[in-house]
């Protein structure tokens, strides 16, 4: 087992448009189980923050509490991160948001964290359309307290323990449809080729993203038996289709088979390609979003891709038409309107 | 028994029903006298409840200045059946008992030792009104000219606030003076005027303003540079955020573009009001929650983390009565103890304790700095009375030329310049380390903000030798916060005395006037001392050394500041006495003053009956 990241790198690994090497978004090394899925989606986060060509200090990691929540530690080490309280992330990140609309919020939540503890604030984030991306590792079960069942594990799913869940599994994904997010996308920690590509749109996409990344437990919930395990994720997974995210400016090579792709002009100008598979899908219509995520839920498959986004819908700083300066920048000259008004207002309360 | 007779020093009741309006008639009342140069007190004691319950509004008129529940009420003006028994038992002996006569007053309730006034007030109503919800709104303003005719108020001080008060609805104001001569001329045509309490224009007021301290705390808000407020909905704070809000769309708002210098978030709950206080402080925004005791509960566990993690955090808490729902409506101070410790671990939080509206906006303001210099949550502590009356308070002030401290920050040129940075390094030895903002500096200055245990370059540890260098670190911290808080202010009686009182925020008013019913009747003098933070500081701890015995004065059951000053100091139990009220009203002059004299050698006499429920409302000591 590894205790330190090699410092040595390949001389003539690729560099970005700011000349900054995949490396420059690495962090420290996991101390998470080897071949734990979370290790795959922080290596996604990173590949994907590298081909943006994202600046890792514009960037804020925001986590609560739980194997999922250690792992903000793990990537993007120069950007600040805010491991906060179980179940409070969502708000932490909030206020984080407002404080400073230029920064990119990226939360990182497990199922735990997202669908007991947290799911008041996790509801309430989406309502308000807040501009972040919110992963959750979904590995249905807690980690660091041994393996319990957790409110995603699917009925009837055994973990390593052995007892079937007697209980109905949360959705964070219909969940999130129904509070009105306005970019919901699943992926699976396995498949890298799906999961970059949707953590790419979702970072560009104004307002609420979710991600509900599947991955895997191997020490707790990776035995026959359980529907989060590697081989039931890739034997059960079914694509709505294929992302293909175009940053901006970059010429547009591959060919389409017609009728079945959408491109989709992101507000900073990127492009998203979605090539679609299943036909009873239209990502850009909530209904038809939770009755595919239904479908395939009785069917017992698991929808993977992005599964509905609305690009328009105001974000939290538009609701409250906040000011494009960031409030943290604002001084006295901006905030404190002086004595004169105060001799008017003691006036008026004589 | 006589008549009471007093010029500019009475109390007076008002019984209403609470959702007819009578609220701004009251107030209206309360104005007037303080507009012809009388200290008032005006407090509303309502329920918890939007329509139909009994509601009061007590005025206290001083000419000398006392500003605190006195005890006792020496008129009663009732118009509310429902609570007239318990009414008219509360009436000091020779007291007035203005009611309603439209329908007779049950004879089982007259008392032979007042004086009782009937006003017609109803019929008035019906014979001039025909539209029901006017026959009930003048109602009230019909009893204010009544009162002001049977206390001789000066009736053009009374026309020109309804004036002013109606400014840009000029409609509403001639009917509201038509009203008020209505009740002036009945009183004036069947009774005596005035009776035998009356009042005089006198100028005893100064430039002083009446403001409720939630209003002056939301300024306090605006004036100090918040520009994030979280909160979620609870009596007693609500109208903290309120005033924030209405100030904020006055002068934070670009005429130009319509872009806000401001975010107002009301959150699903406490919980998450916190969290997004903590994380917009943590991104170097002024952010701040207002909340009360039930809040302050589900609070703690953000508190904690931004105690351990040292996030600048502002929150006001507005203390009811509590445990539990408690009495929502009511005034208490029960939160000392739930504050001082909030969260589990070893925890120590920095309270601030305002006694008026004028230190409400001073402390309010002065909280963003003490966050920001001290990287720990602020806590102010205000109360329903505070923050729900109108207060008579010393106007506001703001210097132009202050300049908000914002801590110890760095920005990117800092981090060029400085060799290393590390979180949680004592650079300067006060034990304040320097912090930066997410996004500060491409390459240098990020680190991992978190609630467990770290190094000094906040990376993850589990050394117990690094766990204990930081909570030490924080306990020097607390040493210099000491230099920081406001120090409490001290009373000496002018008298070599080894006694004292000692209190905090709403006990002002009427401990300084029990302190002179004591000296001025009883012979007894007792030094004084106003704590106005936690922690205390060193003046606090010289001041209880000095004195052989100290009355802690406050409004609770527990004796939650005893019990502080007790474990801070390492105090044995016979040192520091308690006077305590804790039935939801604020604790009165006379109260204070029986309990001291009850707990004086050669005083302690041993009252005759127990005491019960009629006996303590009139408060006779």
Known sequence: MSYQIPKFRHPELPVNELGYTKADYEGSISTLCAGCGHDSISGAIVRACHELSLEPHKIAKLSGIGCSSKTPTYFLGKSHGFNSVHGRMPSVATGAAMANRDLLYLGISGDGDTASIGLGQFAHVIRRNLNMVYIVMNNGCYGLTKGQDSATADEGSASKKGDPNPFSAIDLCGMALQMGATFVGRSFSGDKEQLVPLIKAAMTHRGFALLDVVSPCVTFNNNPGSTKSYQFVREHAEATGTVDFVPMQSEITASYKPGSTYEITMHDGSSIHLHKVSDSLDPFDRCSAMVALEEHRHSGSILTGLIYMDKNAPDLHEVLQTSRRPLNQLGEGDLCPGNKMLENINASLR | ?621
């Open chain 2, 1 to 621: 028994m006589r008549p009471l007779e007093s010029v500019n020093d009475f109390v007076i009741k008002f019984a209403n029903v609470n959702g007819t309006g009578s609220a701004s008639a009251n107030n209206l009342f309360a104005k007037a006298l303080f507009r012809m140069g009388l200290p008032v007190s005006p407090k509303n004691i309502f329920p918890s409840n939007i329509q139909g319950l009994p509601t009061w509004y007590e005025v206290r008129v001083s000419e000398k200045g006392y500003l605190g529940r006195r005890g006792g009420v020496d008129i009663i003006l009732s118009v509310n059946p429902q609570s007239m028994a318990q009414d008219i038992q509360e009436l000091e002996p020779g007291g007035y008992f203005i009611y309603d006569n439209t329908k007779p007053l049950d004879l089982r309730l007259i008392r032979n030792d007042v004086t009782i006034i009937g006003l017609p007030l109803t019929r008035i109503c019906n014979e001039q009104y025909e539209d029901p919800r006017q026959r009930q709104l003048f109602k009230n303003v019909i009893y204010v000219g009544a009162l002001a005719a049977l206390l001789d108020m000066d009736f053009k001080v009374l026309t020109n606030l309804v004036a002013d008060q109606f400014k840009g609805k000029e409609k509403l104001v001639l009917p509201n003076i038509h009203a008020l001569e209505l009740g002036h001329q009945y009183a004036r045509s069947n009774f005596d005027c005035p009776i035998g309490i009356r009042v005089e224009t006198v100028d005893k007021v100064g430039d002083k303003i009446l403001l409720d301290g939630n209003t002056a705390l939301g300024l306090g808000a605006i004036y100090g540079g918040a520009t994030v407020a979280a909160w979620y909905p609870i009596t007693p704070s609500t109208s903290v955020v309120d005033a924030f809000e209405k100030y904020a769309r006055r002068v934070r708002i670009d005429p130009g573009t319509g872009q806000r210098n401001y975010a107002i978030l009301q959150a699903e709950d406490e919980l998450a009001a916190i969290g997004m206080v903590i994380g917009a402080s943590w991104n170097g925004a002024r952010a701040f929650t207002a909340t009360s005791g039930p809040g302050v509960s589900l609070m703690s566990e953000f508190l904690g983390l931004a105690y351990f993690a040292e996030i600048p955090t502002v929150l006001f808490d507005v203390q009811r009565a509590g445990p539990s729902t408690g009495m929502p409506t009511r005034t208490q101070q029960a939160d000392i103890l739930s504050t001082a410790y909030a969260s589990h671990g070893d925890t120590k939080q920095v309270l601030l304790f305002p006694s008026t509206p004028r230190e409400c906006f001073d402390f309010g303001a002065m909280a963003f700095d003490l966050a920001e210099r001290l990287q720990t949550p602020i806590i102010l502590m205000t109360d329903l009375d505070l923050g729900m009356n109108d207060n008579m308070s010393e106007p506001l002030a703001w210097d132009d030329e202050r300049k908000y401290d914002r801590g110890k920050v760095l920005n990117a040129e800092d981090l060029d310049r400085v060799e290393k940075f590390g979180r949680y390094l004592d650079v300067d030895g006060d034990a304040i380390c320097y912090r930066t903002y997410p996004g500060a500096h491409p390459l240098k200055g990020a680190y991992f903000t978190r609630g467990s245990s770290r190094d000094e370059l906040a990376v993850y540890t589990e050394k117990g030798e690094e766990y204990e260098l930081n909570m030490l670190r924080l306990m020097r911290k607390w040493e210099t916060i000491k230099e920081y808080v406001p120090e409490p202010e001290v009373f000496p009686c002018g008298r070599a005395t080894d006694i004292a009182v000692l209190y905090f925020g709403t006990s002002e008013e009427s401990s300084r006037e029990a302190v002179d019913y004591l000296a001025d009747e009883d012979g007894i003098y007792l030094d004084a001392m106003r704590v106005r933070a936690f922690p205390f500081n060193q003046a606090v701890k010289d001041f209880i050394d000095q004195h052989d015995k100290v009355f802690v004065i406050e409004q609770n059951r527990d004796a939650q500041l005893r019990t502080l000053l007790m474990a801070e100091f390492e105090l044995g139990p016979d040192k520091l006495k308690s006077v305590l009220c804790f039935d939801g009203t604020p604790i009165s002059a006379r109260n204070i003053r029986k309990q001291i004299l009850l707990q004086m050698p050669g005083h302690n006499v041993t009252p005759l009956r127990r005491e019960t429920a009629a006996s303590r409302a009139g408060e006779s000591a």
